[in-house]
């Protein structure tokens, strides 16, 4: 798509992880998986995604798509963060079609999903995933105005999640 062979792509992408620019989010399930599957990158801060997006003339702030995509960076680099200075965890997203944005592994058998959400987006996503993970509880980060738990969906204001 850019003119340029995948193989350089991957080349930059490495070089973007090891300057911590960016960091990339794998897929979760097995080694098929892991090959199988793109891996998702975002950006170490938004605030790059942001000026970048500015810079070159694609960042709408009234756009709920675009408020969405820096949202879920956020939630990525906050975990990402965490999981690098805190509390090591793994990061994934789920492959499947319709799948929540993340995936944290704490353990061997011990997940969370969760789904970043902006605007009315139903519950579908979260409790298929607690379902299909046999989780405890599942996490939905929107532009809800309290931390609630509803059952085993627990809800968190993005504005909230941002001072973590």
Do not use: C
């Not at 942001?50 to 709920?64: N, P």
């Amino acid at each position: 798509r850019f003119g340029a062979s995948s193989k350089l792509i991957r080349e930059i992408l490495d070089v973007l992880e090891k300057t911590h620019l960016v960091f990339s989010v794998k897929p979760y399930g097995g080694a098929g998986k892991l090959t199988r599957k793109p891996w998702k990158y975002y950006f170490l801060s938004p605030s790059i995604n942001t000026a970048i997006r500015y810079k070159l003339g694609m960042l709408d702030v009234l756009d709920r798509n675009m408020f969405g995509v820096l949202a879920e960076n956020l939630a990525a680099s906050t975990f990402f963060k965490i999981e690098e200075t805190i509390y090591k965890y793994g990061i994934f997203y789920d492959p499947e079609k319709e799948g929540v944005d993340f995936l944290i592994q704490k353990g061997i058998d011990e997940i969370i999903p969760i789904e970043v959400s902006i605007g009315k987006k139903g519950k579908s996503q979260i409790k298929k995933a607690i379902s299909k993970y046999k989780a405890k509880y599942g996490i939905i980060i929107s532009n809800v105005n309290d931390v609630k738990r509803e059952n085993n969906i627990i809800y968190v204001p993005i504005t909230f999640f941002s001072f973590v």
